[in-house]
DNA sequence: TTTAAAATCTACTAAATCTGTAGACTAACA
DNA sequence: TGTTAGTCTACAGATTTAGTAGATTTTAAA
């Protein structure tokens, strides 16, 4: 299960994306309308910023906005900053490998071999969704529900 | 990442798995040889038998062995046992549906319709793998290591 | 029927991670 | 120079992880 600081995360990156290129955006207000506890939220805004996902401008008219557009910034980017790598196993990360403290060999490692597949199966998914891809798919649903709610009446 | 108690109990899956039908096994030589704390492991392989994955026989002669074939019993099984639902958002579990506390409507949520794609990706792999079938891919693992050895030579 | 072996149950505990909060500080604009 | 808004430092409670200790129950064999 992926943590909350993961979800308000993602709700965050797709909140400015549907406000790309329309200026900074304040914490506040984002905070307010996604019911995001404010002070949490600076903190993982902030991560993004480091990792160059996010930029921000201080002071007055100031506030966060997407480093660059919705089509170059993936799921899986934003994910890796806040959750971490997405491998299951340290030992089949691709942006973080790290050796299993408790693996012996490496090659011969049944665990490793299926997590290597479930790793990839994941990076395969996240990180060819772009924030526009989820914009898009939220609108197709939206008008999905649209039409069931006008075909029930 | 995958915690500790769920590679233990993978590593004793597929330890009790090479031993299939060779009567029970003792946690204390399964902790040795896989270098597990045997009393964390106790626990593991509790919880495995209480969700039927494996048997028991207390007394002189007991011990832990597979309750089915390895070919009926798969690494998805597995890990929902240990790690719990495979799923990253309860919305999209198959297995352990819960409501997301932070979410308005679940039908256009973006996070969701991503995350049951993951979902169902992880799953199509570990539901369909067997540990049989990691006992075999194993196998192929130290031939193929095998000859590179005999040919580094 | 006792004894020994082995799983099971109950009850802790230390450390890490998660989910925040408080408050001072810095930069930018008017 | 005052106000706005992000940034930095520090802390704290709750939960999860990764165990440990010790008593209890069940079973097979002597």
Redesign the interface.
Same mark, same amino acid.
């Given at each position: 299960? @992926?943590s909350?600081k993961t979800?308000y995360g993602?709700?965050a990156l @797709?909140y400015l994306a549907r406000q790309y290129e329309q200026g900074p955006i304040l914490i506040s207000d984002l905070a307010r309308d996604e019911?995001i506890p404010k002070k949490f939220l600076e903190t993982i805004l902030l991560a993004l910023k480091n990792s160059g996902i996010l930029q921000s401008r201080k002071g007055k008219g100031g506030g966060y906005y997407l480093g660059r557009s919705p089509r170059q910034i993936t799921?899986g980017q934003a994910i890796r900053v806040m959750e971490?790598?997405l491998?299951?196993?340290?030992c089949v990360s691709e942006t973080a490998y790290a050796k299993?403290t *408790?693996c012996g060999?490496e090659? &011969?490692?049944? @665990?490793r071999?299926?997590?290597k597949?479930?790793r990839d199966?994941?990076a395969?998914?996240?990180d060819n &969704?772009t924030l526009a891809d989820?914009?898009e798919?939220?609108g197709q649903? *939206?008008l999905? *529900?649209k039409n069931v709610v006008d075909f029930s009446i």
């Open positions: 299960m @992926i909350k979800k993602l709700k @797709i019911n799921v971490g790598p491998a299951p196993v340290p299993c *408790e060999n090659n &011969t490692c049944g @665990i071999l299926v997590m597949d479930v199966a994941i395969q998914i996240v &969704t989820v914009l798919r939220i649903a *939206e999905a *529900e």
